[in-house]
């Protein structure tokens, strides 16, 4: 069974300059989630998506970042411009069971530097 | 402020040795999870605990859950090179959906 697909896996770029990230979870998981990984710190939650309801979005700052998770399957992550700080690894996890209560599947990530 | 703290933060060791590392939070968990991510990749469940007390073996990996669920341990035995990685812990709340890391132990096993 495939796991989840990131892509790209690297990306560079200047500073307010869009990007965009994809993220293809594992068939028949309906809960999709985007974290942001700082170097040395854990997971942060950005976005939970329960099919294609962004059930919590609440630690998503919307001036710049974006999602959509259209038919509920696969998802993209935007930031338009990004800053300096949004150097980061942005990982995407799909889940079947309740949230809080279990096993997260995690892609590779995306390693984003922003110069 | 981070509601999960592991400690420690970086721990070196030789192959052969044992090592405890910790998750400790006020808050009280619905369940725990532990995590190992090796450079490069995302992190892998190890393990999840959900009952008060409740002790899991994998292998050479030891997982306790507090019995007022707001702390765990993970004690390995006889470490090897391959346990090099980064773990993760992640409390859940059924109630409220959501679940939050800890910022990880930073684990180097030194052939």
């Known amino acids: 069974e495939a796991g989840v697909v990131q892509s790209p896996r690297y990306k560079i770029i200047e500073k307010k300059q869009p990007v965009a990230f994809w993220c293809n979870p594992i068939s028949g998981h309906n809960t999709l989630y985007w974290y942001r990984q700082n170097l040395g710190q854990g997971p942060e939650l950005l976005i939970r998506y329960e099919n294609e309801e962004a059930v919590d979005d609440s630690q998503l700052p919307k001036d710049r970042f974006s999602a959509e998770r259209l038919k509920g399957v696969d998802s993209t992550l935007k930031i338009q411009p990004a800053e300096l700080g949004d150097s980061a690894v942005y990982l995407c996890?799909?889940?079947?069971?309740?949230?809080?209560?279990?096993?997260?599947?995690f892609g590779e990530g995306s390693r984003l530097t922003v110069l | 402020t981070q509601l999960l703290e592991q400690s420690p933060q970086f721990l070196s060791i030789q192959e052969g040795e044992n090592l405890t590392v910790y998750c400790n939070s006020s808050?009280?968990?619905?369940?725990l999870q532990w995590y190992r991510q090796e450079p490069g990749e995302g992190p892998v469940l190890l393990v999840t605990?959900?009952?008060?007390?409740e002790v899991k073996k994998l292998k050479r990996l030891t997982f306790q859950f507090g019995d007022a669920r707001k702390d765990s341990s993970l004690h390995i035995t006889a470490a090897q090179p391959g346990d090099t990685g980064l773990y993760l812990c992640?409390?859940?709340?059924?109630?409220?959906?959501?679940?939050?890391f800890g910022d990880g132990t930073t684990l180097t096993v030194k052939p």
């Open positions: 605990v959900v009952t008060g007390g």
């Open positions: 996890a799909s889940s079947l069971v309740v949230p809080g209560t279990g096993e997260l599947f």
């Open positions: 992640a409390g859940g709340w059924t109630n409220a959906g959501k679940s939050t």
């Open positions: 808050s009280v968990f619905s369940s």
